[in-house]
């Protein structure tokens, strides 16, 4: 179970810390992903992190989005920092080995 939490209302500029915390696998052997989802629009690839802590942005956030986890937690973050309109959308969390795993997502609405 991949479970989301952190997605909040929040002006342009602004800071959030996402959070996804998996219960029922070996959290340490999954790859673990962000996704996020505009209104109308198809989930697109965010940032992962690798099993060994190897981290990868897509060019549209890199230097404002940090992905992180902690494997005594069972968990993985993304920071989003400098925030933009276009952020806005439901941001999914995923767990990857030799099937993906989704959570039920998180609302991050960038608005004024």
């Known amino acids: 179970q991949l479970v989301e939490s952190g997605g909040d209302l929040v002006q342009p500029g602004g800071s959030l810390r996402l959070s996804c915390e998996v219960s029922?696998?070996?959290?340490?052997?999954?790859?673990m992903g962000w996704y996020h989802q505009a209104p109308g629009e198809y989930r697109e690839f965010v940032a992962s992190i690798s099993r060994d802590g190897t981290p990868t942005v897509t060019n549209l956030v890199e230097g404002r989005f940090t992905i992180s986890r902690d494997n005594a937690k069972n968990t993985v973050y993304l920071q989003m920092n400098s925030l933009k309109p276009e952020d806005t959308g439901v941001y999914y969390c995923?767990?990857?080995?030799?099937?993906?795993?989704w959570g039920q997502g998180t609302q991050v609405t960038v608005s004024s």
């Open positions: 029922g696998l070996v959290f340490a052997d999954y790859d």
């Open positions: 995923s767990a990857r080995r030799f099937f993906t795993y």
